[in-house]
Nanobody, 118 residues
Framework: QVQLVESGGGLVQAGGSLRLSCVAS????????MGWYRQAPGNERELVAQ???????NYADSVKGRFTISRDNAKNTVFLQMNSLKPEETGVYYC????????????WGQGTQVTVSS
């Protein structure tokens, strides 16, 4: 059984910073893609950033230059450093990983709330 657990969310003022973490545990042979998604109230879940096992990254246009995704393969962990946060970036942030166990499966974390006040 693989489990993803996010942490690091909270309340921050506009212009502030937060660092999210997501740790995968369980019987894991490899982790391919890791990513962060955001879901605001009433909206669909959308991609914020993703990183491949080769270190290639991809960001939503709205966060380029302010957010940085990184990973620690030894600890099965993905991070999202968020700077200069904006109120419209309030929402639940979910991590997603493509993990090799007996096969390749997609896993989601339970989400962590980020609230940016104006």
């Amino acid at each position: 059984q693989v489990q993803l657990v996010e942490s690091g969310g909270g309340l921050v003022q506009a212009g502030g910073s937060l660092r999210l973490s997501c740790v995968a545990s369980g019987k894991i042979f490899s982790i391919k893609h890791m990513g962060w998604y955001r879901q605001a109230p009433g909206n669909e879940r959308e991609l914020v950033a993703q990183i491949t096992d080769g270190g290639d990254t991809n960001y939503a246009d709205s966060v380029k230059g302010r957010f940085t995704i990184s990973r620690d393969n030894a600890k099965n962990t993905v991070f999202l450093q968020m700077n200069s946060l904006k109120p419209e970036e309030t929402g639940v942030y979910y991590c997603k990983m493509l993990i090799g166990t007996t096969n390749l499966y997609q896993y989601w974390g339970q989400g962590t709330q980020v609230t940016v006040s104006s």
